[in-house]
């Protein structure tokens, strides 16, 4: 940024003419004591906030990944099938057990990797893929348990209510993770996900976590029309929110994310165990609750 050129008076100049006039003047010398003290003060004000602001732009954004990170994926994905029977059963019909069973299969085989590439790579954008997911995913179940399938407008409709549904009463947060989330908004941090899930999938689990509120954007791929595939959500991720990959610090779990983050010049923080071998560009921690203390040796 140029900086722009004022011709408005500093203070020390305005505090020069009056010390100029004050020393013209004898009457007005007792005044002179009082001048001094101000500016003194104001000066050490202005250096207190300097600092604040140098503290505040030397600190990285944080960019913490969800599953893996934050939650636990086993224990939510237990909780899922849970959740998803007590959603459907209701409108649709059905054993509970059968949709526990059902979702547990469909998303096997939604996950499996071939065939999660293949999809990715047959979407033209992020909404068809998520709209094919969902119909997909919801298909596959009502054939599994037996019950007729709504049509396919239907079928997105219901899926989309089910996560919302499902996400907002999840609980499979990591120990401490919570209380690290608040301690790093309490000091300061800023505070953005960077995950492969929807935004609105994010904004249920957060507020399941009870720290929604210690977060700015929910960076999920629907926002950046980008799936968390490549360098390119990053790249797309960071433009979005108008910053420089070297302003970002991101938290992941997946050696791949850590790889593309670093690649657009990112910091980068992998969390839990990893063959990834150990580099000057990133750091290694057990878990979240690592990061706080890691980050002030970082400051």
């Not at 003194?40 to 600092?51: A, G, K």
């Not at 608040?182 to 904004?203: F, I, M, N, V």
């Not at 910053?243 to 050696?255: F, H, K, N, Q, R």
Request: glycine share 8%; proline share 5%.
């Amino acid at each position: 940024m140029i900086p722009i050129k004022s011709s408005m008076p500093s203070h020390a100049q305005l505090f020069a003419e009056e010390c100029t006039r004050v020393s013209d003047n004898p009457f007005r010398q007792e005044e002179m004591l009082v001048l001094v003290f101000l500016v003194h003060s104001l000066v050490i004000d202005n250096e207190q906030q300097r600092e604040r602001e140098r503290t505040v732009t030397a600190r990285l954004m944080v960019f913490l990944d969800d599953g893996g990170v934050m939650n636990d994926n086993s224990t939510r994905a237990l909780q899922w099938q849970r959740l998803v029977s007590e959603f459907f059963v209701p409108l649709l019909g059905g054993p509970a057990e059968a949709w526990t069973h059902a979702n547990r299969v469909v998303a096997d085989r939604l996950f499996e990797p071939v065939a999660w590439r293949r999809r990715v790579q047959a979407a033209p954008d992020y909404g068809s893929f998520e709209s094919a997911y969902q119909v997909e995913w919801l298909q596959g179940m009502c054939e599994l348990v037996g019950v007729g399938t709504p049509p396919e407008e239907e079928c997105l409709r219901l899926a989309r209510r089910a996560a919302a549904f499902i996400t907002c009463r999840v609980q499979a947060a990591f120990p401490g993770a919570v209380d690290t989330i608040r301690t790093l908004h309490r000091q300061g941090y800023t505070l953005h996900t960077a995950s492969g899930e929807s935004s609105l999938d994010l904004a249920g689990y957060l507020q399941a976590m009870g720290v929604r509120e210690c977060f700015g954007r929910l960076c999920g791929p629907d926002l950046i029309e980008t799936l968390k595939e490549g360098p390119e959500y990053y790249e797309r991720l960071f433009a979005d929110l108008g910053i420089a990959p070297t302003d970002a610090l991101v938290v992941d779990d997946s050696p791949r994310a850590i790889e593309w983050a670093t690649q657009v010049g990112a910091r980068t923080v992998l969390v839990g165990n990893s063959s990834l071998p150990r580099t000057g560009t990133t750091v290694h921690i057990g878990s979240l609750v690592e990061l706080p203390a890691m980050l002030q040796r970082l400051d």
